[in-house]
C-alpha cells in the first residue's frame, strides 16, 4: 500500500484529535437522545471538515479523496452518525454541485455547504423506488420560468435539518427521464416528515421529503434536464467511498475496544486473549480491517488520480460494509454480556454498523455494479 503524504498524515492526526476530543464522549449521548448533532457538526466546519474536497475558489478545503475517507474514518471512529451526515454532505450534493452546477449555481449553494454553514441533503429514494430508482414516481412538470414538483421521497439522511435538499425527479416520459433540482428548505409546498425510528444512527436523522407543488426556477436545474439519474449515480460513486471509510472507522473502533477488553477480562485463571477462540478471532478482525483499508484507499487513489473509480468504490463499500457488521458482531462477543450492554459502546456501533451495507446501494446492488464493471 502506497504511503501517506505528509499533509494526508496531518489530517489523519488531525481529525482524530478533535474526533476523540469532541465527538467521542457525547457519542452515547446523542445515540440515547436521538438529538441532531449540531454541535458537533459546526465544530467540524470550524475545522474546514463539511467541504474537504470541495474546491478552495468555492469555500472549501480543496483536499484530495484520500484526505477525505481519513477523515471520515476517524469520524465514525469516534461516532458514526456524524460521519454519515458528513459523508452525505460532502460526498453527494457538494460532489455533485462542483461537477455538474453552473458558476451561479456554485456560488448560491456550494460555498455555504462547503464552509459548513449549511447541510446538503441527497433525495433519491422513495417509497416504491429504492434499489431502482429510475422506478420513482416523483414528477416535474415544465410551466413558463420553471418546474412543479411532487411527490415523496423517503429515508432521506438530514431532511427536516438540512438547508438545501438535491432532488431527482421525473421530468419527462422516458423511463431514465429523470432531472436533478436544487430546493432549499423553506420553498414554498416543501415538508418533512418526522425521523423514522432507526435500529442505530440516531442522531443522523433521517426522514421523508414531501414535494406538494413546489415551484422550483429553471435557474435551479442541476446539469442537464433528463441527466438527472446519471448525474445521481455519478454522485453515488464518490459518496460510496465515504460509506466504506464510515464502515471502517465503525469496524476499527469495534475492534479496538475488544482488543482492549480481552487483555484485561480474565476467566480460567487468565486473560481471554490467551484463548485461542478469542485470540483467533481478534487476528481475522484486524486483517480484514488491514485489507479493507486496502480497497478504501485504492478507490480514493483512483479518483484522486481522475480515472473511473466506478469498480473500486463498489468494492470498497462491498467489503467494508460487510466487515463493519461482522466485526461489531465479534466484538459484542468478545465482551460477552458487556457487550449487550450499552456502557460498553460495542453494541451501539453493532447497531450502527448495520445500516453500512443498506445505504448508497445495498451489498446487492454493489455486487450488480461490479459484475457489470468487469464486462465493461
Ligand atoms: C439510514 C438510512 C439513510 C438513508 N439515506 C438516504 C439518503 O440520504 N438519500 C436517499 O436517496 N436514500 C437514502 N436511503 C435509502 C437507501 O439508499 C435505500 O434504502 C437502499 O437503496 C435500498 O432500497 P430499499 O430500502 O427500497 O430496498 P429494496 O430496493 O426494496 O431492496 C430490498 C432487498 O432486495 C434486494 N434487491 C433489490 N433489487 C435487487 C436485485 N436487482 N438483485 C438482487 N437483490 C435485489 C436488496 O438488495 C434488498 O436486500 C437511506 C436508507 C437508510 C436506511
Do not use: C
Request: charged share 25%; hydrophobic share 45%; net charge negative.
Amino acid at each position: 500500500m502506497l504511503p501517506l503524504t505528509e499533509e494526508q498524515k496531518l489530517v489523519q492526526q488531525t481529525v482524530r484529535a478533535f474526533a476523540q476530543e469532541v465527538l467521542w464522549p457525547e457519542a452515547p449521548r446523542y445515540d440515547e437522545s436521538g438529538e441532531y448533532p449540531w454541535p458537533q457538526l459546526r465544530a467540524l466546519a470550524e475545522l474546514g471538515l463539511l467541504g474537504m474536497t470541495t474546491p478552495e475558489a468555492w469555500g472549501g478545503a480543496g483536499m484530495d479523496s484520500m484526505s477525505w475517507a481519513l477523515a471520515l474514518e476517524e469520524i465514525a471512529y469516534a461516532d458514526p452518525s456524524v460521519a454519515v451526515i458528513v459523508s452525505v454532505t460532502s460526498g453527494l450534493p457538494q460532489y455533485m454541485l462542483a461537477r455538474f452546477g453552473t458558476e451561479a449555481q456554485k456560488d448560491r449553494f456550494l460555498r455555504p455547504l462547503a464552509r459548513g454553514e449549511w447541510i446538503g441533503a441527497f433525495a433519491l429514494t422513495e417509497p416504491g423506488a429504492g434499489s431502482d430508482p429510475a422506478a420513482m414516481r416523483t414528477r416535474a412538470k415544465k410551466v413558463d420560468g420553471g418546474w412543479i414538483l411532487s411527490g415523496t421521497k423517503s429515508w432521506i439522511t438530514s431532511a427536516g435539518q438540512a438547508h438545501l435538499y438535491v432532488v431527482m425527479a421525473r421530468s419527462g416520459e422516458g423511463p431514465k427521464e429523470i432531472t436533478a433540482f436544487l430546493i432549499e428548505k423553506d420553498a414554498p409546498g416543501l415538508s418533512f416528515g418526522p425521523p423514522e425510528a432507526k435500529m442505530g444512527l440516531h442522531a443522523a436523522h433521517t426522514a421523508e421529503v414531501r414535494l406538494d407543488e413546489v415551484f422550483v426556477p429553471d435557474d435551479q436545474v442541476l446539469g442537464q434536464v433528463g441527466r438527472g439519474l446519471a448525474q445521481a449515480l455519478a454522485g453515488l460513486d464518490s459518496g460510496r467511498i465515504g460509506i466504506a471509510a464510515q464502515s471502517l472507522g465503525i469496524a476499527r473502533a469495534a475492534f479496538d475496544l475488544a482488543k482492549a477488553y480481552a487483555d484485561e477480562r480474565e476467566q480460567f485463571g487468565k486473560k481471554i486473549r490467551h484463548f485461542e477462540g478469542v485470540a483467533f478471532k481478534l487476528a481475522d478482525m484486524a486483517t480484514e480491517i488491514a485489507a479493507a483499508r486496502g480497497l478504501v484507499f485504492a478507490a480514493a487513489r483512483k479518483k484522486d488520480a481522475g480515472e473511473r473509480f466506478t469498480l473500486e468504490a463498489s468494492m470498497a463499500k462491498l467489503f467494508a460494509s460487510r466487515l463493519a457488521v461482522s466485526v461489531t458482531r465479534e466484538a459484542v462477543q468478545i465482551l460477552g454480556a458487556n457487550g449487550y450492554h450499552r456502557d460498553y459502546r460495542v453494541e451501539r456501533y453493532y447497531r450502527d454498523a448495520k445500516v453500512t451495507e443498506i445505504y448508497e446501494g445495498t451489498s446487492e446492488v454493489q455486487k450488480l455494479v461490479i459484475a457489470r464493471e468487469l464486462y465493461r
